[in-house]
């Protein structure tokens, strides 16, 4: 494909640790090719504004690398398909705007979009996928829960981060005899918990894959306490719940179940162990914490490789794909199979076996 | 002084980083002298079950300077003028047992105790001092309150690990238009809030030293927006205190004033920013995160060198003083001169004028 | 299998960040199934004199998995096969003793080895095995350069930390418009030079796997400055050799090729830079900084999954076998697959052509 | 003074981590007043060739306190004193172009200067403030050498960095039973080596401040190896030297003495050591690591309170001056004053005793 391409891409949803490396690596393999590419600022909502385009050059994107968040500014702007749209009175309603991102993207000369993002987004670019946008998506979730991929950016980062935390509560648990409730990510799936909590030697990890049992935790904590060992780590993901449970636990994803818990499930785990047990218990929520930053070189390495990837199926035509890690190479699945298969922890996998191998509980 | 001295030392109060690094270096500088040096776990109370006493040796201490926490575990058991003792019956009563304490240290036949901590452990050792106990204190006070030493060690660990939380929540603040609240350390004295937020370029620094005034905070996050800043990053020390205010809120260190407000200062200021601005705010807790882990290298040698200097100073016969920073030199003070003085920010003083010619607001 | 086995460990060659993982990980899960666990001191040299065999429970190693190096102690102590054994004299020969370990191994009991080592440790694992031994083997290359495996513990470490010292090398090569050639591990596989340098932002990248050519690199980094980029980083790998040269440098690994060069390849093509383009170039060896201290988070989880494994391996009769990753799970090879290949970077492989679509010469 | 002045900003020497942050918070402060405020590119070249003068605003300072190197790139381009001067014939011959310096910076209408520099910086500093520039110097030196102020910015940054290193070699070392010989910088001042060593738990640090006994550090660590301590680690700064010694060392500051030595200190120590006591020893030179890249959370702090200060000296008129920290206070101090001593390492001071106490020997 030798005509000098002209592209564009976007980053949709919350920021994570690599966004940068991708938009670097696609402008300078774009640039490579004397392509033309541009950033849309704030998701689909910058093909809706045309004032919210810029050019995207090897000087602009020289070293971003590096750097935390997206220079492409504010991702969370809405889903096309439903845009929220409100009068001077104050009335909102969602409409339908993916006809004009379409027809904004044709009339700018586009010749294909990276849309970066985690499976929101990437159901949006399937759905612009099949009304003929060529489209290329590149993953991103910090959670590590997207399909077709073994791996993403911003994941290692914030497993990273997370660990380090666990790190660093152990010396001022063990000085206080003290058990150490931390709440790290993890809506749905249970990876960032899972890896920190083995690579931390914490004692306790509670995912959503696995439903805990509050008596179990305490047992654990409790013997550990007779072997010698007055102190005690849980690792908690923000969505882990209990067996057969009715408790609500607030959250940034809002209520659920029945019962109203004021402070997430880190503060909810800490007050039954501290009610059953007598011991001294805090809870600490790592938040946002995982999610800035400098990526790790892992990090960075795969978000440069996926972005330079992107634009390489650009030019080989394949669009309507989705690059992916399978086996440490990069591959291209499409995006259906990607959205087919929702990734959660394996309970019998080999990682679950490796901490329960080292006498760490998950409350079942 | 030739003889052979058998000397101990303990570590009270909270852990902080550098407490390994104190306990290396005296162990090492006694061992140099050929003394005998022996850790007291747990506090004074150490001293009164002497099965809490283990002997130090290089091979014990070697490399523990670079860990978090303190090899004679845990902590805060206790002011043995007032100890609790309780029966069997569950009632208990604080009895004065330094008697036993001073009895015990005479019998163990001990030339002098190191006591290592902050303004509490500061004035148990000078009133054991004032019964004849050789004493000599090291500081130890994360937040930098302590009269006397221009500096302590754990300090610029918990600023350094405060900053690089405020580097992190930068990113993903800037990436979403949003107000980001970070409590750190700091109950009477604003050292650590005022550091890392000039350190890490937040906004609005609120230190118990300067009351605040909310609608001025509000003023200023929104003149930023017009400016163009979209985000913004609030450091809040966790006893700042609004001006005339009546506000009550709940920390580890209990409640005060008048309303009861949940989940501490930092939630509050959160809370009232965003109802004031409309403005998507977050809070987070940093917590526990600051006091654990490695000390940076600046702890550390400082750390060493007290330690050190301590030993010389019972080898010189200057005992009932505090080892202390001056000028970048170890010094002596008396712990009457260290606890005269409560060490706060100066609202006049050159580091608050940087914050200020740097446009950070704090809420004044 | 209920029988409460005796297993023992060792680790052999280099040290790499994660070999305390393994240890820990092994011990956890030996203990786990209320095993007795052993750990062999300096390689298999430690079945010949029994004194350096020591007894591994969860106290001993409890935390240890963040610790660099080796809790066994000193590694390269030979090959059993052809121990030299020197005389009073000093008069040494080789002689086989590998008859004295088995021996040794019989007669105290052992049920398994586990071996963890590199392509030198695993053959001698394989020819143990091949006499009856029951071994399972864990591969350990900093390298990445050992078959059968996606990946091995300490190669993510070594890779950061040559990322984060190319991170700083870059602002001072800016500050003064200089050429910096900065040397990394890779003897004969470049993964290290590759991942660091695209990663860190580099201009050319020297791998063993992709011959170089002294001219090209310069045209390059004076193109470069044309572009008004006046300074530049150059990794090179120990290994990378010039295309149809005759250049020998100086290396551990000893000499080869024809003329002599000192300190190694990184000072020569900083000084044929430096000659042909007159820019002001130096040189910096990483060395051994990329082989000490802790391991990454994914070092830490993988070096514990693959010592967790292991002694399920053991458990399921699986002997003979070396642990590996494949697809982001834990499998098991035989040793003569790990041995079969050599693995190198793939000239034509994804992370090659990111580099390329980098701007990142190869001097080819 | 309510007039709005015009100010400009220099760096000389080379880099330093903290440069950025002086010139953020110049520009911030000077804004703060509305006043305008220039950076001047190459050190004081940038005065003779008027396009190397940049505007510098808030928005182009944003965050860069956070990064290495300095925005007003190179630094070295001579003195203006004696500046080199080449025809089209290569005849160079140094040239007095003060006078040329001193008229653009009137004919710019530029109301102060502020120097941020090293003593070769200051100097010419003193000379222009002596010819009637006003002028406000700013100390800077990675080495810590500089008369007038108890510390400069970077100087905490290179001994966290040689520290770490250390940290990393300690265990490469112990598993290897082998001597790890480190170069640090430090041509004058031994202040890097003196406090990465006693941080880092070196067995030998050799300062410029005390000459060292090749014999005396043989001995050293022969006797460590008696005790059980199989490894060793020597921190040397490059400008360390024997005692009565006629070697000549290759380092960037050139050559000394008589014999010349390849490839610096840290190799002539690691081959005496290897010849004398048979042990395999290494060496490694850290060089440029330790000057690049983000500066620690003290360093950021130092560096922006010294750029606040030297703006609030202007408005103050307290013009010749150099501001300097003085007992944890931002102080001013007269040029000639900072320029009257140099800073040594004091062989009598409480760090070095502190490193004898701790059994580190210094080869004397």
């Known amino acids: 494909m030798s005509r000098r391409l002209k592209i564009c891409i976007n980053t949709g949803g919350g920021d994570a640790p690599g966004l940068n490396a991708v938009i670097e690596a696609v402008t300078m393999a774009a640039h490579h090719?004397?392509?033309?590419?541009?950033?849309?600022?704030?998701?689909y909502a910058g093909l809706l504004n045309t004032n919210d385009i810029i050019r995207l050059t090897p000087?602009?994107?020289?070293?971003?690398?590096?750097?935390?968040?997206?220079?492409?500014?504010s991702t969370n702007?809405?889903?096309?398909?439903?845009?929220?749209?409100?009068?001077?009175?104050?009335?909102?309603?969602?409409?339908?705007l993916s006809g004009k991102v379409l027809e904004n993207f044709k009339r700018l000369g586009f010749d294909a979009l990276i849309a970066v993002g985690g499976d929101g987004s990437m159901e949006i670019a399937k759905r612009f996928s099949d009304l003929g946008m060529?489209?290329?998506?590149?993953?991103?979730?910090?959670?590590?829960?997207?399909?077709?991929?073994?791996?993403?950016?911003?994941?290692?980062?914030?497993?990273?981060?997370?660990?380090?935390?666990?790190?660093?509560?152990?010396?001022?648990?063990?000085?206080?005899?003290r058990i150490m409730v931390v709440e790290v990510m993890g809506r749905d799936a249970g990876f960032i918990a899972l890896n920190s909590g083995i690579s931390g030697n914490a004692d306790v990890i509670l995912i959503p894959e696995i439903p805990f049992d509050i008596d179990k935790i305490c047992a654990h904590l409790m013997g550990n306490e007779l072997n010698g060992r007055k102190y005690g780590i849980v690792v908690v993901a923000e969505g882990a719940m209990p067996a057969g449970g009715d408790v609500v636990v607030k959250s940034e994803a809002g209520l659920g179940r029945e019962h109203v818990v004021l402070g997430g499930i880190a503060e909810y785990v800490a007050q039954e162990i501290a009610?059953?047990?007598?011991?001294?218990?805090?809870s600490l929520v790592l938040g946002h914490l995982?999610?800035?930053?400098?990526?790790?070189?892992f990090d960075r390495l795969l978000a440069l490789r996926f972005g330079a990837a992107a634009v390489r199926?650009?030019?080989?035509?394949k669009l309507g794909h989705m690059v992916a890690l399978?086996?440490?190479?990069?591959?291209?699945?499409?995006?259906?199979?990607?959205?087919s298969v929702e990734k959660r922890v394996d309970p019998r996998g080999d990682t679950v076996l490796t901490a329960r191998d080292m006498d760490i509980s998950f409350g079942d």
């Open 59 to 73: 000087k602009v994107v020289d070293g971003i690398a590096i750097q935390g968040g997206t220079i492409l500014g």
């Open 77 to 96: 702007k809405g889903n096309p398909f439903r845009m929220p749209v409100c009068n001077v009175a104050g009335d909102c309603e969602e409409r339908d």
């Open 275 to 282: 009610s059953r047990t007598g011991k001294d218990t805090r």
């Open 326 to 339: 399978k086996s440490d190479r990069i591959a291209l699945v499409t995006m259906a199979e990607a959205l």
């Open 313 to 317: 199926a650009i030019e080989a035509g």
């Open 33 to 43: 090719r004397q392509w033309e590419v541009y950033g849309i600022r704030s998701g």
């Open 134 to 177: 060529p489209v290329i998506g590149v993953p991103k979730t910090i959670d590590n829960d997207l399909g077709g991929t073994e791996m993403t950016f911003g994941f290692d980062t914030a497993t990273g981060i997370a660990t380090e935390a666990i790190d660093r509560l152990h010396s001022t648990a063990k000085s206080h005899d």
């Open 290 to 297: 995982q999610r800035g930053g400098s990526p790790t070189t």
